[in-house]
């Protein structure tokens, strides 16, 4: 999230989105609740009527997978209103920056699309530049080659018609929509946009979010309180999984994995990713330092600190990308930790069976997953009422009880970007172990397996700076992740202590702050004052970075540093302020922005770092310090959302040839079949329950939960059943081109047909926690969903693809 | 003497039940086999029984994409006429302020009370030979505790405190509620059998809830000697054999359900 939790209670229009936090955040509905009780109003977008909805002043139906329609339409409302706020796009955006002449979008592709290799070139995304390499802007925003201009002309297409066309929603509700949230793009008020799954589990997910920041944006709704994008994260630490680097594109703290042939060595990698201007320029000081801290000793100048010893990419290591290969035979050896594929990933059988092809598997979790039991006799073969024969299945499987959250100690980093730490409670049960304990412990027995090897390539195992104790410590965990002085070991306070010399060390830059040792644990901070009023709550746990709650919070005061709104002050420039009384920014939150410069400074010519930004250039991530409308690089479909259908979708794309993501891969092994709408004419979309969790190992073993939720089933309006001779609890067969599941019918009119293009096109929602193992047991939604990705994050498309439905016997 | 209530406004309510999980785990109650949910619905079940003391209700209310979803929790209304006091021959059913209380040590189990309550609230637990229902948690209240279902809401929908203070609030919610157009909306439980325990706000009528409009004492057929006989019986220590039989098929309809129920352990 941009923002956090807490301050959802200072919006005065909530736009709920691809997300359904009455259900699967319920703990966060109290802040919900209170901008409500405050006056605030509550929009809500889902293709189901979810008990989400059943709070909302406003809900729209929309067809699952369009939400760059939708929110392309709202892009083109409030520019062809006017609704955006002026002053701040203007000064805090790249709306009057000068494009590329050579940059164009003709017939749904952006102008550098090469077919062959379903990839873009970026080169005509780029700023137009002066001879001192400054961007040519137009504040007047006049100029057509303007990103504004550009943007103007590219949203123009998304007339409420379009939009009611592709989305399903009447383009009245979508109007009173635009009306409603773009009414926030003004100083005084302030609108925030909450998502999950329902916008990034698409082909064009990445899209999909820049669609909303776009209209953040554009709205003045970025760096203010009671703003922002703010993604609503499914697990409790799956925040900082994200932050720790568990996507393979990234080392911790969202630095770019070395890839074999752009990256060779420490100098090209440096080179290439650090920018010369703005705050990733100190990217050298944070990297080294995340070397260091990996290596320790072994890591110095003469030897790049240990880069050599580093893995570099050679491709991609999706989740999508891991199945494949494995079901292509090429990985014999899978250690899972933390996760349930054999429930969560798409195109189950393809998963299963490819598990199937290992040599062995290694499975650390608390239950017995599918996973663990993927070769059992529980396990539903495909299209048939077989089950899995464990003679047949040759992979050895290992399984490791792990301790549950309560039965260890550690940090938790929710949506917000909290870390907040905890405290043991009870010992683990049985052999159970922590997953630190285990990870230490493989990482014991393979150095102590490698130990007499001489091969050059064992020399970055052997090398490791592993030194947490015995028993591992998660204070020396947490030490190591916070950074220290090399030599001395003193934690250090923030991340501008951080150099490339070796001197000192940092597992993970953004985290640096957090603990400094066990008496300055940050994130056991446990003060509730909130002296400001707008709900920072500086003291209580502790913000990555910098305790920071509110990222761009320069962006929440004028041009002259004064907050846009009183009401809802973040930081400001006191003239008097610092040690000097030379000025400085101050109030409610850490300033992210440099603490003496003031308002009216200049970029430095030729500057570096944040010299070459000026005193109103509050996004001092990005190399010129604009929020970025218009992306000219960093993503891999384009600098601008444009509306793509899903991958399996009833109709043709209405605004352009190209029916799908242009850029997603396309798996076309022999379990990766693509469903016609002519075979499979019904579009379905998975959910979560309240009372069930992700995989759902940890509910469905759970009498009390299994009571309120026993079993898989399948929604679907009574229309359409009837249609299909199925009375409410029959058992159905829902089938894809990937497989089939049997599940109980729920009829309910929460689930409509959707209007596509003018036709009515049936639907179905299916929950996606069952499997074939647990005390509940059922047959898995994502047996149907296909795999395939987001171009640029590979998440699974699941919330769109097209299915069958028929009445089936009795089991 | 309690005089606390508990408001439940179902304007707030998400339907998530944490508050039916919070009821089963501070009173130590067992999962029950539910083989599906009713019709159509999330709801798992629709009666109250003696180890499923709370129920969230779910009504969908339809008409294309205006559409309603609304929840409401029911349980022991905790009412100030109770019938259940009234019809028992023990005097184990008692009253404390706003609080309807069971005396476990004085129920025989004889089950006037469950044949008695418009609410369907108190029931027969087989094992035990005594009735069950919800407590108003007064083991956590007289602790200077909230109920377990009020700590767990998470919507700000149950609230507990002085039983006028939250009628003044259910009726300036619903005033709210009537000025955003709800016509409908009403408290519930402010004057009812005397006034209840909960008091609700309600978006619809009762009946959309499951909620009886006027409810009233259930006419129970107690022959006045077999009261005296109990009554009499208790006070010397005897037990309450000679009108078990009178609940035989429901002692059968319950040990069938504990079957059931340990096929989910």
Redesign the interface.
């Given at each position: 999230m941009t923002n956090h939790w807490i301050d959802f209670r200072n919006a005065d229009v909530i736009m709920i989105n691809g997300c359904n936090p009455?259900?699967n955040h319920?703990?966060?509905?109290?802040w919900i609740?209170t901008a409500m009780d405050r006056g605030a109003k509550l929009i809500n977008i889902d293709p189901r009527?979810t008990?989400?909805?059943?709070?909302a002043d406003v809900?729209a139906?929309i067809r699952p997978g369009t939400n760059v329609a939708f929110a392309g339409g709202l892009i083109d409302h409030i520019l062809q209103n006017e609704r955006y706020q002026k002053p701040y796009v203007v000064a805090y955006t790249n709306a009057p920056m000068i494009v590329d002449d050579r940059y164009g979008f003709t017939d749904g592709l952006f102008s550098g699309y090469d077919a062959a290799t379903r990839s873009y070139a970026n080169a005509t995304w780029q700023y137009k530049r002066n001879a001192d390499g400054t961007p040519q802007r137009d504040d007047t925003l006049a100029d057509p080659r303007t990103v504004f201009q550009i943007m103007k002309r590219h949203y123009a297409r998304y007339t409420p018609e379009m939009v009611e066309r592709i989305t399903g929603i009447p383009k009245a509700k979508a109007v009173e929509i635009y009306e409603l949230f773009s009414a926030t793009g003004r100083p005084d008020r302030a609108g925030t946009v909450l998502y999950a799954m329902g916008q990034t589990q698409a082909t064009i997910g990445t899209q999909n979010i820049r669609a909303l920041a776009i209209t953040q944006l554009l709205l003045g709704n970025i760096g203010i309180a009671g703003g922002g994008v703010n993604a609503l994260r499914g697990e409790a630490n799956v925040q900082g999984a994200t932050d720790m680097a568990l996507l393979w594109q990234d080392v911790p703290g969202y630095m770019g994995i070395p890839r074999q042939a752009a990256h060779p060595t420490l100098k090209d990698y440096l080179a290439k990713e650090t920018p010369a201007t703005g705050y990733w320029a100190n990217k050298p000081n944070f990297f080294v330092s995340l070397l260091k801290a990996w290596w320790g000793d072994a890591a110095t100048a003469a030897n790049d600190f240990g880069y050599d010893w580093l893995p570099k990419a050679k491709g991609n290591y999706s989740v999508l990308e891991i199945f494949d290969s494995m079901w292509n035979g090429k990985i014999k050896g899978f250690t899972v930790i933390g996760e349930n594929p054999a429930v969560g990933s798409p195109n189950q059988n393809k998963v299963r069976e490819a598990m199937e092809k290992l040599d062995w598997l290694v499975v650390a979790d608390q239950w017995l997953t599918e996973t663990a039991e993927f070769w059992s006799a529980k396990r539903p073969l495909r299209d048939t009422a077989e089950t899995a024969d464990p003679t047949k299945i040759g992979t050895e499987v290992f399984f490791l009880p792990v301790a549950s959250f309560n039965e260890r100690a550690g940090s938790y980093t929710n949506s917000g970007r909290w870390i907040q730490w905890m405290e043991k409670a009870v010992e683990p049960e049985g052999d159970s172990r922590s997953d630190l304990w285990i990870v230490d412990r493989l990482y014991k027995e393979l150095r102590k397996a490698y130990a007499g090897s001489t091969a050059a390539k064992d020399r970055g195992l052997l090398s490791l700076a592993w030194d947490y104790g015995d028993d591992p410590s998660f204070e020396k965990v947490a030490l190591e992740i916070n950074g220290y002085t090399y030599g001395l070991r003193e934690p250090i306070a923030s991340f501008a202590a951080l150099r490339a010399d070796g001197s000192t060390a940092c597992g993970n830059w953004i985290y640096a702050g957090y603990f400094q040792g066990h008496e300055k644990n940050r994130a056991a901070a446990r003060d509730a004052a909130d002296p400001g009023g707008v709900g920072t709550y500086a003291g209580w746990a502790y913000s990555w970075p910098v305790n920071r709650r509110i990222l761009y919070n320069r962006a929440s005061a004028d041009l002259a540093g004064k907050p846009w709104d009183e009401k809802r002050k973040v930081i400001w420039w006191d003239p008097q302020g610092g040690a000097q009384k030379t000025g400085s920014w101050v109030g409610n939150d850490v300033p992210d922005f440099a603490p003496a410069k003031a308002p009216g400074a200049a970029a430095k010519p030729g500057g570096k770092a944040l010299d070459a930004l000026a005193g109103t250039d509050p996004f001092i991530m990005k190399p010129d310090g604009r929020g970025w409308l218009f992306v000219p690089s960093g993503l891999v479909d384009g600098p601008l959302p444009e509306h793509y259908e899903p991958f399996e979708s009833p109709v043709g794309n209405v605004m352009s040839p190209v029916a799908f993501n242009p850029v997603s891969k396309v798996f076309s092994g022999a379990a990766d079949a693509k469903g016609a709408a002519g075979d499979f004419p019904v579009i379905a979309t998975t959910f979560r329950?309240?009372?069930h969790y992700q995989g759902g190992s940890e509910t469905r073993n759970r009498?009390?939960?299994?009571?309120?939720?026993?079993?898989m089933?399948v929604e679907m309006s009574?229309a359409f059943a009837a249609k299909r001779g199925i009375v409410?609890?029959d058992r159905v067969q829902v089938e894809s081109a990937r497989g089939s599941v049997f599940a109980?019918a729920?009829?309910?009119?929460?689930i409509?047909p959707f209007q596509v293009n003018g036709t009515s096109v049936d639907a179905v929602a299916l929950p996606w926690h069952w499997g074939f193992a647990g005390?509940s047991s059922g047959h898995s939604a994502n047996v149907l969903t296909a795999s395939i990705g987001d171009a640029n994050t590979f998440i699974q498309e699941d919330k769109a693809f097209l299915v069958r439905v028929s009445k089936a016997g009795p089991q | 003497m309690t005089t606390q209530a508990v408001l439940v406004d179902t304007s707030r309510c998400i339907g998530c039940r944490a508050c039916m999980v919070a009821c089963k785990e501070w009173n130590e109650l067992p999962a029950e086999h539910v083989e599906r949910t009713l019709p159509g619905s999330y709801q798992n079940r629709d009666d109250l029984t003696s180890q499923t003391w709370t129920v969230v209700h779910f009504a969908e209310q339809a008409s294309g994409d205006d559409m309603r979803w609304l929840f409401a929790k029911t349980q022991c209304m905790h009412c100030a006429d109770a019938a259940c006091v009234s019809v028992c021959p023990t005097g184990a059913m008692q009253k404390d302020g706003t609080l309807t209380y069971l005396d476990e040590t004085k129920c025989i189990g004889e089950g006037y009370c469950v044949a008695a309550c418009p609410f369907g609230a108190v029931a027969l637990d087989e094992g035990k030979g005594i009735v069950q229902k919800c407590t108003l948690c007064i083991d956590r209240v007289e602790h200077g505790e909230l109920p377990a279902c009020v700590k767990a809401c998470p919507a700000d929908a149950l609230e507990f405190g002085d039983r006028a203070q939250m009628v003044a609030v259910a009726e300036a919610r619903v005033g709210t509620l009537k000025g955003r157009g709800l016509a409908r909306a009403r408290t519930y439980g402010v004057d009812e059998l005397g006034g209840l325990g909960y008091v609700y706000v309600l978006q619809d009528d009762p009946s959309v809830y499951q909620l009886p409009e006027r409810p009233s004492a259930r006419p129970v057929d107690i022959p006045v000697q077999a009261r005296d006989w109990v009554a009499g019986a208790a006070a010397f220590g005897l037990g309450a054999i000679p009108v078990w039989w009178v609940f035989r098929r429901r002692t059968r309809l319950a040990s069938e359900a504990a079957e059931r129920e340990g096929e989910v352990r």
């Open positions: 009455a259900e319920p703990v966060a509905w109290h609740r009527f008990r989400t909805s059943s709070q809900y139906r329950l309240t009372e009498p009390w939960l299994i009571e309120l939720q026993p079993e089933f009574p409410d609890g109980r729920l009829l309910t009119e929460r409509q005390l | -």
